[in-house]
């Protein structure tokens, strides 16, 4: 199909959350990051990342975008500035269930690997304790290299590890 005519869009005008529909829209399907992070008081974090990309190769670069929360920081987002540490996991589909409870507004005291029942390898060769999973595709091992501050938090993290994605959870616009 041709188009002999098109819009033109000044996507600055739009509200808030229509900008937002758009710009995820234009990229599909975004895979879903499975963000694991420990906090300062030893509390597990899992949390679901649509805004997630690899950035460079070499160096290797992954990245995700953390938008605020209700309450500020999100946990994950407040573990990763206190620690540097984290893991960037891929996930199947038959997880998604799961995933999505992990995208709850839990308490920072309650750990979303805990409550959503994920078995997790207590002693990781590296990144947090429990912080990965032999369901998981993938287990990417970061250390924040920077973090950049705009109306949420974009975090850019250096890899440790990389192994190939089969059949990873991905997200589609306007399916839920």
């Known amino acids: ?87 960037i996991n891929t996930v199947a589909e038959p997880m998604a269930e799961q995933v999505q409870v992990c995208a709850d507004n839990f308490p920072p005291s309650v750990s979303e690997v805990t409550e959503v029942g994920f078995h997790t390898l207590h002693r990781p060769s590296s990144g947090p304790p429990g912080s990965r999973s032999h369901r998981f595709i993938t287990n990417v091992a970061c250390t924040k290299r920077s973090s950049l501050a705009t109306e949420g938090q974009a975090h850019v993290s250096r890899s440790e590890r990389s192994l190939p994605c089969i059949a990873p959870m991905a997200s589609f616009p306007g399916i839920a």
């Open 1 to 87: 199909m041709v188009h002999s005519e098109y819009s033109r869009l000044d996507i600055s005008k739009f509200e808030q959350a229509s900008r937002y529909k758009f710009m995820i829209g234009t990229v599909i399907p975004r895979p879903i990051a499975l963000v694991t992070s420990l906090s300062r008081d030893g509390v597990l974090n899992a949390a679901p990342f649509s805004q997630f990309v690899a950035i460079s190769v070499t160096p290797p670069l992954l990245g995700f975008v953390a938008h605020e929360g209700e309450h500020g920081l999100k946990d994950t987002v407040r573990n990763i500035l206190e620690s540097d540490e984290y893991v």
